[in-house]
């Protein structure tokens, strides 16, 4: 491949990335308008995120199947044309449900998006030049994270609510005209589809997610909710017999041999757990009880998303040269510090100034921990199983968001009885801190991660153990 190819390859799967990356904190900075505008509950509230996410997960291993069976830019596309198409139905919601089942369709077509950007991108260049390159592909990422709040507050105030949705649908279109030209087809090991996997899991995790966001209104030992737990933790069990015994299984376990590859999962989903449950919650608390405006809420919180931007690039470079242990290592103690600092110190009137070092903590943690994650991944497995190591990572890693949103949102609804400012404060630090607890299990679980020199040694052990 020419460098003209690779720098056209690099455009096309980052704008698609941002397209992807801008949704969701755009989605996240209009919650509160989203709720007064449909007379959405909290619950509603993260149903509008997780639906995104539930089906963006569960379907993101099979996107990368079908890229690596059918052709990568082909299901890549597809992907970005469903995505845009889901943003339109979403942008003519008239109710939550309507809204919720829209963005189960945008997850879906994300699920064949994201993978395959990173994939994509891997195969293009050569590996002395794939840890700057993931690094700057994690920095598009960022840069869509840093301006969706904006984004979202300023179309919020002075458009409306679904027009955030409508934004994707240009982009889109341009990601599939430009794709067709440009981009270069590639395929990975074809293997038959696990539609019986993907089944399984899905179920399963949907009755977890269920059972934790609906358990503070229906009772956490009413018989929906304990048939919903039971019945999710079941389905899940029978995934893992299957996928250990099936010939093509959705999810090859055998990925898991390589420490390096099982412990960036683990790291990446706790990350997700802890820090996405806690902006969620962070989103609410500055627009609801301190008074901020969308915009001015867009505004305050880009020192957080903005430092991912301008961190995620260096950290990949870095974590090239020394590994990616210390640098994950340090992002991830940077997080816990920042929920804890935000936990300790909010309050009804805390001033901005006040929460600002934290913001910057958490931003630059989550900028050191990004791009160094998925290059442990990529290089913890051989070559021809790219396609489903960073599958399952994505996959895992958006699964740590849902249930982080499900888990801190019912430990946040437990303690809010009342509808009061008070009451929100109790909930909010208490769940604030809970994030800080799961981000710290993943401070303690990154030491695990492989050095520089072990992981280049091991990369080829899951291909022996696939084959």
Do not use: C
């Amino acid at each position: 491949m020419t460098t003209r190819s690779r720098v056209w390859t690099f455009a096309i799967v980052s704008l698609a990335l941002f397209m992807a990356m801008l949704d969701n904190l755009v989605v996240i900075t209009a919650l509160p308008a989203i709720k007064r505008a449909l007379g959405a509950s909290v619950s509603d509230l993260e149903w509008t995120v997780n639906a995104y996410t539930l089906a963006f997960a569960v379907l993101m291993m099979t996107g990368s199947a079908l890229g690596d069976r059918f052709g990568r830019k082909r299901v890549f596309l597809a992907g970005v044309a469903v995505f845009s198409l889901g943003s339109a139905l979403a942008a003519l919601s008239d109710s939550s449900t309507q809204l919720l089942i829209s963005r189960a369709f945008q997850g879906l077509g994300a699920a064949f998006v994201t993978p395959l950007t990173l994939t994509i991108l891997a195969r293009a260049f050569p590996p002395h030049q794939r840890a700057a390159a993931i690094g700057l592909w994690s920095g598009i990422s960022g840069l869509g994270l840093a301006i969706g709040p904006l984004v979202g507050g300023a179309i919020v105030n002075g458009v409306a609510w679904n027009a955030i949705f409508w934004i994707n649908v240009p982009i889109g279109a341009l990601v599939v005209l430009l794709g067709v030209l440009r981009l270069e087809e590639s395929h990975g090991d074809r293997q038959p589809l696990d539609f019986p996997g993907l089944l399984l899991a899905g179920t399963g995790l949907f009755g977890i997610t269920f059972g934790l966001i609906r358990g503070n209104a229906l009772g956490w030992t009413s018989a929906a909710i304990l048939a919903s737990f039971v019945a999710g933790a079941l389905l899940l069990a029978a995934f893992m017999w299957r996928e250990r015994r099936a010939a093509s299984p959705m999810l090859n376990l055998h990925l898991f041999a390589a420490r390096g590859f099982s412990v960036s999962n683990g790291v990446g989903f706790l990350m997700s757990a802890g820090m996405f449950g806690s902006i969620f919650l962070l989103t609410l608390y500055i627009q609801q009880i301190q008074g901020a405006s969308p915009l001015t809420a867009g505004i305050r919180t880009m020192p957080w998303t903005g430092t991912i931007m301008l961190v995620a690039p260096v950290a990949g470079i870095i974590a090239g040269r020394i590994g990616s242990r210390p640098v994950v290592l340090l992002g991830m103690t940077l997080q816990a510090a920042a929920l804890l600092w935000i936990g300790a110190v909010a309050q009804i009137s805390t001033p901005y100034s006040t929460l600002l070092p934290a913001f910057i903590l958490g931003g630059v943690g989550m900028g050191l921990t990004f791009a160094p994650l998925s290059a442990a991944v990529i290089n913890a497995i051989a070559p021809n199983l790219e396609g489903q190591a960073s599958g399952a990572y994505n996959s895992i890693r958006e699964l740590g968001g849902v249930f982080g949103i499900a888990i801190l949102g019912a430990v946040f609804q437990h303690i809010v009885t009342v509808p009061t400012a008070a009451s929100f404060m109790a909930g909010f630090r208490v769940a604030v801190f809970a994030g800080a607890g799961i981000v710290t299990a993943g401070v303690l679980l990154s030491v695990l991660l492989p050095a520089a020199s072990a992981a280049r040694s091991q990369a080829a052990v899951p291909a022996e153990a696939v084959a």
